[in-house]
């Protein structure tokens, strides 16, 4: 992911940052050619928490396309600050460059006590909706497009959940 794509995949997860809540645990991984953990099971602060905004202007993405790795450690670090009073999630953030196979979507479904939506970034003319179509559908929960910088806001906003 680079260009465009990189630069509304930061604006997403600014708008998802914007609706977090004092105490929901937020963690980032990125897949390359291994699993990179940007952050990891941090405590939000609030709206707009700075840490977590640091990290996100910071993020930088690697071209691979291999969403297995990314989506083990996802659930990995998912499972390690799961809440049954929280409503436990993964939000995949792609171009849509990635290719989806049964081994990803049996990751996601081993994990029912966790859901995971995907938000795709990225020139309309190249993204392909098949994988945010077919992860959302696993995990149990819905996915969105962002495709420039006044497209992003979340549509969950509005019920303030507990994100991870």
């Given at each position: 992911?680079?260009?465009?794509?990189?630069d509304?995949a930061?604006?997403?997860?600014?708008?998802?940052?914007?609706?977090?809540?004092?105490?929901?645990?937020?963690?980032?991984?990125?897949?390359?050619?291994?699993d990179?953990?940007?952050?990891?099971?941090?405590?939000?602060?609030?709206?707009?928490?700075?840490?977590?905004?640091?990290?996100?202007?910071?993020?930088?993405?690697?071209?691979?396309?291999?969403?297995?790795?990314?989506?083990?450690?996802?659930?990995?670090?998912?499972?390690?600050?799961?809440?049954?009073?929280?409503?436990?999630?993964?939000?995949?953030?792609?171009?849509?460059?990635?290719?989806?196979?049964?081994?990803?979507?049996?990751?996601?479904?081993?994990?029912?006590?966790?859901?995971?939506s995907?938000?795709?970034?990225?020139?309309?003319?190249?993204?392909?909706?098949?994988?945010?179509?077919?992860?959302?559908?696993?995990?149990?929960a819905?996915?969105?497009?962002?495709?420039?910088?006044?497209?992003?806001?979340?549509?969950?906003?509005?019920?303030?959940?507990?994100?991870?």
């Amino acid at each position: 992911m680079q260009g465009k794509a990189q630069d509304l995949a930061r604006v997403a997860g600014e708008a998802i940052a914007h609706g977090l809540r004092k105490g929901d645990t937020v963690s980032i991984v990125t897949w390359n050619s291994t699993d990179q953990v940007v952050l990891d099971a941090h405590p939000v602060a609030g709206p707009d928490d700075p840490v977590l905004l640091a990290k996100l202007a910071a993020l930088e993405v690697g071209g691979s396309a291999e969403l297995y790795s990314g989506l083990v450690g996802a659930y990995k670090l998912a499972e390690s600050t799961y809440d049954k009073t929280a409503w436990n999630h993964v939000i995949l953030v792609s171009d849509g460059g990635a290719s989806v196979n049964d081994a990803d979507l049996e990751v996601i479904a081993s994990h029912p006590q966790i859901r995971l939506s995907g938000v795709g970034v990225g020139d309309p003319g190249i993204y392909r909706s098949d994988l945010m179509d077919a992860v959302a559908h696993a995990g149990r929960a819905a996915r969105c497009r962002c495709i420039s910088a006044g497209s992003c806001g979340w549509p969950w906003a509005a019920r303030r959940p507990r994100w991870f």
